[in-house]
């Protein structure tokens, strides 16, 4: 056996929810805790680079020849059109991460949840986050002060055809408490890195030992 190689799989967790749920803030808090060393995917796009935007960190910037060339050749772990942008996440960087034992982070919607799973498998750990109640989602969307009000109408549309599609996913959180949430994430986490396959090469190596005794 190759002692060389990483004890257990990364795994790929996927958070997805309605805009104002709360997936953006319990993303930050994850990505905080350093004693979880999860790494945040990193995406592709063909939109034109803000002035606070750093490439490599915030995305990958590329035309939309290199987009398609990464999409032809399947590349790409997940894709999509925006308001005629493409964005999507390179499948070699997050290949890299899973076979180094580390464990990678996605704040995607559904259709890319959908893609991923598709293409990684048993990789992937789904994570959807409710909102406590749709009164509560639309103050907290009118408390961020960003969108106007026929934007937020729009947004509580789209968070219903988002919120219907909860049963496609492993685990679902109602973000009542934002602190309860973040431990109800990090309990998901802990518990899909312990799962028999994962850790397979590190619980043979210790039966091995155990049975040499």
């Not at 499948?91 to 259709?111: H, N, S, T």
Request: net charge neutral; aromatic share 6%; hydrophobic share 40%.
């Amino acid at each position: 056996m190759d002692l060389s190689l990483p004890l257990r799989r990364g795994v790929v967790l996927i958070l997805s929810s309605p805009s104002g749920a709360g997936k953006t803030t319990l993303t930050r808090m994850l990505l905080q805790d350093r004693a979880l060393d999860l790494t945040l995917s990193i995406s592709v796009t063909t939109r034109a680079r803000r002035s606070s935007e750093v490439d490599g960190i915030h995305y990958r910037f590329i035309n939309e020849r290199q987009f398609a060339a990464m999409r032809d050749a399947g590349d790409l772990l997940e894709w999509a059109e925006v308001h005629g942008n493409f964005y999507g996440t390179p499948r070699g960087p997050v290949e890299d991460i899973l076979a180094q034992g580390r464990d990678c982070l996605f704040d995607i919607d559904y259709q890319g949840t959908r893609q991923v799973r598709e293409k990684m498998g048993a990789d992937t750990v789904t994570v959807f986050i409710l909102p406590p109640s749709m009164k509560e989602l639309r103050a907290r969307l009118e408390r961020r002060a960003e969108d106007a009000k026929e934007a937020i109408e729009r947004r509580l549309e789209n968070a219903r055809k988002e919120i219907a599609r909860w049963k496609d996913y492993d685990y679902v959180i109602v973000n009542d408490d934002l602190q309860r949430s973040f431990d109800d994430l990090i309990a998901i986490l802990r518990a899909e890195r312990q799962r028999r396959p994962r850790r397979e090469r590190e619980i043979e190596r210790f039966v091995e030992k155990l049975l040499s005794e």
